[in-house]
DNA sequence: AACGCTTATCTTGTATACTAGTGGACAATG
DNA sequence: CATTGTCCACTAGTATACAAGATAAGCGTT
C-alpha cells in the first residue's frame, strides 16, 4: 500500500479514508485482500480508532467488508454493483442535465465554458490526470447548477466502484470521446434543448461501460 | 429521548443507530437540539465508542452535524435537502418502475400484488403501521426485482429527511391515495406499460410533497 | 489416518484514558 | 460600564486497554 502525504488541516481520519480510497481504486490494495485495522494503523502511523472509523465509512459503500472477529477485506469487483453505479449515474445526471438546461445563467454557462476548453486543450497535450479533475468538476457543476449538490456527493460515495473498473481498463483511448461529449452536452444545454441534453449525456455516461468479460480474462481473481 | 429495547443479535453500534434514528425522526430529539457522545451513552448504557459510530453514520447524511471539540446537534430541517431527497427517490423509482415492466416474472408480479391487497385490508382496518411498513416493501421490492437492490440500500440512508418531514405532517388523511397509487402502478407494470407505470410512479411520489409554509408555521424553531 | 479437543493467536467490538480545542463565567483592568 | 484575560467545564479526536468470538495448529485419542 502506498503511504500518501498528510494534508494541512486534515483529521486522522479524513487522512486514513483518503488514503484507503486512493489504494483501493488504484487496486493498490487488490479487490479480494485481507486488511487489518492494526496493520493500516501501523502503516499509516495512527491508533486502531481514525482507521476502523474510515474502515466503517467505506464498508457502508460496500467496498469494504468487516467480517466480525475475522477482519477486514477490500471487496472483490462485483459486476451489478458497478452497473447499478453506472446506472445511478445515468438516471440521475439525466435529470439533472435538463433541469440545468432550465435554469442555468449566463455565468454558469461561461464557467462549463470556461471548463471544456480546459478540457481539451489538456487532452492536446495528453495530459491525462488534470483532464480526470476537469471531468469530475464538469459534472459537478452540473449538479449545482441544478441545485442537487447535496446529492452529487451522495452518490460520489457510491462512484468508487465505477472508479476502480475504470482504473484497470484501458481508459486513455476514450478521452477523446468523452471531451467532445462534454463539448456537446454544453451546447445542447446553452441551447437550452433539454432532450439532446438528456440523450447526450445517457450516451456519454454508457461509454463508462466496460466489458466484464475482457476484465475478468485480466484479472480473474479481482472477480467475486 | 426514548430508549427503546434492544434486538436480539444486534451490536451496541446498531442499537445506537437505530434508536437516534428512530427519535430524529420521531422528533423526540428536536431539530437543532444540541447532543452529546457522553450524553448519549450515558442514556443508553453503552460506551461512547459505538454511540460515536453511529453519530458518525448519521452525519454523513447530513442529519446529524459534528461540531468538533464543541457537540453535535440534530439538523435543523433544510428544506432543500428534503426536496433532494424526494427528487432523488421519483428520479430512480421512475427508472425502477420503467425497469420491473420489462423484467417482472410471474411470481414476483404475485407478491406485489399480495402486498397491496393487504395495504388495502390495513388501510379498511386504519392499521398505520404495518401499512408504512407495506408501503415501504413495496418499493424495496421494485428495487429488487429491478436488480437495483444495493442502491434502494443507499438511498434509504438519505430518505431520513424525508421520513422527519413526514412525521411532522398530518400524513394519514393521505393513505387512501397512496394504497390507490399502488395499486395502479401494480396494474400497469402487470400490464407492461412502462409509460404508464412512470407516470404513477412520479404522481405518487409527488404526493409526498408537503407544504414548507404551513410546517414552518407550526415548526419555526426547526427550521433552518 | 481420522476425529475431537485444547489452546494460542489472530481479529473486531467495546470500554476507558488521555489530548487538545471551544466557549462561557467571571474577575481584573481600563 | 466596557473590555480583556484567565480559568473551568465540557466537547470531540485519538490512543490504548480489555473482552469475546473465530480460526487454525497442535496433540492426544481412537
Same mark, same amino acid.
Given at each position: 500500500?502506498?503511504?500518501?502525504?498528510?494534508?494541512?488541516?486534515?483529521?486522522? !481520519? $479524513?487522512?486514513? /479514508?483518503?488514503?484507503? =480510497?486512493?489504494? @483501493? *481504486?488504484?487496486?493498490?490494495?487488490?479487490? %479480494? +485482500?485481507? &486488511?487489518?485495522?492494526?496493520?493500516?494503523?501501523?502503516?499509516?502511523?495512527?491508533?486502531?480508532?481514525?482507521? !476502523? $472509523?474510515?474502515? /466503517?465509512?467505506?464498508? =457502508?459503500?460496500? @467496498? *469494504?467488508?468487516?467480517?466480525?472477529?475475522? %477482519? +477486514?477485506? &477490500?471487496?472483490?469487483?462485483?459486476?451489478?454493483?458497478?452497473?447499478?453505479?453506472?446506472?445511478?449515474?445515468?438516471?440521475?445526471?439525466?435529470?439533472?442535465?435538463?433541469?440545468?438546461?432550465?435554469?442555468?445563467?449566463?455565468?454558469?454557462?461561461?464557467?462549463?465554458?470556461?471548463?471544456?476548453?480546459?478540457?481539451?486543450?489538456?487532452?492536446?497535450?495528453?495530459?491525462?490526470?488534470?483532464?480526470?479533475?476537469?471531468?469530475?468538476?464538469?459534472?459537478?457543476?452540473?449538479?449545482?447548477?441544478?441545485?442537487?449538490?447535496?446529492?452529487?456527493?451522495?452518490?460520489?460515495?457510491?462512484?468508487?466502484?465505477?472508479?476502480?473498473?475504470?482504473?484497470?481498463?484501458?481508459?486513455?483511448?476514450?478521452?477523446?470521446?468523452?471531451?467532445?461529449?462534454?463539448?456537446?452536452?454544453?451546447?445542447?444545454?446553452?441551447?437550452?434543448?433539454?432532450?439532446?441534453?438528456?440523450?447526450?449525456?445517457?450516451?456519454?455516461?454508457?461509454?463508462?461501460?466496460?466489458?466484464?468479460?475482457?476484465?475478468?480474462?485480466?484479472?480473474?481473481?479481482?472477480?467475486?
Amino acid at each position: 500500500m502506498e503511504v500518501l502525504p498528510r494534508h494541512p488541516r486534515e483529521s486522522n !481520519r $479524513e487522512y486514513a /479514508l483518503r488514503v484507503l =480510497k486512493e489504494n @483501493i *481504486v488504484s487496486t493498490a490494495l487488490a479487490p %479480494g +485482500s485481507m &486488511v487489518s485495522e492494526n496493520e493500516l494503523a501501523a502503516q499509516l502511523a495512527l491508533s486502531r480508532t481514525p482507521v !476502523r $472509523e474510515a474502515l /466503517l465509512e467505506l464498508s =457502508k459503500a460496500k @467496498i *469494504v467488508e468487516i467480517l466480525p472477529q475475522r %477482519g +477486514s477485506r &477490500v471487496t472483490l469487483i462485483d459486476y451489478a454493483l458497478v452497473e447499478e453505479a453506472r446506472f445511478l449515474r445515468e438516471v440521475l445526471e439525466r435529470a439533472v442535465a435538463e433541469l440545468v438546461c432550465q435554469t442555468a445563467d449566463a455565468v454558469q454557462l461561461e464557467a462549463l465554458s470556461q471548463n471544456v476548453r480546459l478540457q481539451e486543450y489538456h487532452l492536446e497535450n495528453h495530459q491525462l490526470d488534470p483532464l480526470m479533475k476537469l471531468d469530475d468538476d464538469f459534472h459537478g457543476a452540473l449538479f449545482k447548477i441544478a441545485g442537487k449538490w447535496q446529492l452529487h456527493e451522495l452518490i460520489n460515495g457510491f462512484t468508487i466502484h465505477f472508479d476502480r473498473v475504470r482504473s484497470l481498463s484501458l481508459y486513455a483511448v476514450k478521452e477523446l470521446k468523452i471531451v467532445a461529449d462534454h463539448r456537446a452536452i454544453l451546447n445542447a444545454i446553452a441551447a437550452r434543448d433539454a432532450g439532446e441534453a438528456q440523450r447526450l449525456m445517457t450516451k456519454h455516461l454508457n461509454r463508462y461501460r466496460v466489458d466484464e468479460q475482457e476484465l475478468r480474462g485480466k484479472y480473474p481473481r479481482y472477480f467475486g
